[in-house]
């Protein structure tokens, strides 16, 4: 609540963009208590970062606990190769905007074969790779965003824990299921990041 106050008051002090002569008076005036409430923002900031990424190792814990330590930790390495991956959608997806579906409906067709490609150059990633960008991302201090913490540190305390089994387990039902709820939500995606790369021609 605190920051996001701060921040819609730091938005009302931005100074105005090509000012007149009466509005270069305000920009003026604005200038001491824009500096108070960035000066603010950025203890605030520094303040909550322990308590923010401590709330990162704790959502680790729990999702080792639903889904199993090893799923956790796979998940941790699979966050080293985001970058190749979305490359890799973008080539996909271009290659289906240059095929001429200019069309929702034409695009939509081909989000099962998209998804279904990355699914495949996820699974055909070796685990000297895997242990290739472990060593970099430690090296160069690999993190999600700014809030998050490493991520070689978020995997090394995962395996430092004790080791758990997964709490919640699909069967073929519930696994059919949500596939079925994601259908739509994958689909859209698709067609958009292909109608921005149709745009973007």
């Not at 970062?49 to 090893?70: F, H, I, K, P, V």
């Not at 699914?119 to 960008?133: G, L, S």
């Not at 430690?138 to 998050?148: E, P, Q």
């Amino acid at each position: 609540m605190a920051l996001r106050s701060l921040t819609t008051w730091r938005y009302y002090f931005t100074p105005i963009r090509q000012p007149s002569p009466v509005e270069m008076v305000v920009n003026l005036a604005f200038v001491i208590p824009r500096l108070l409430i960035q000066g603010v923002l950025m203890l605030l900031d520094q303040l909550t970062m322990r308590a923010t990424q401590r709330a990162e190792y704790l959502a680790d814990r729990e999702a080792a606990r639903a889904a199993s330590t090893e799923a956790a930790v796979t998940l941790m390495d699979q966050l080293l190769v985001t970058d190749s991956l979305a490359v890799l959608l973008r080539r996909e997806t271009n290659t289906v905007a240059l095929a001429g579906l200019s069309s929702a409906g034409k695009a939509k067709d081909q989000a099962d074969e998209v998804w279904a490609r990355l699914t495949t150059y996820m699974a055909a990633i070796p685990a000297h790779d895997y242990e290739r960008k472990r060593r970099a991302g430690a090296r160069r201090g690999h993190s999600v965003d700014a809030t998050h913490p490493p991520t070689h540190l978020r995997r090394d305390c995962l395996l430092a824990s004790t080791p758990t089994e997964a709490a919640v387990l699909l069967d073929d039902s519930r696994q059919q299921r949500i596939t079925a709820e994601l259908a739509r939500v994958r689909s859209e995606v698709t067609w958009r990041i292909i109608r921005d790369g149709i745009e973007g021609q």
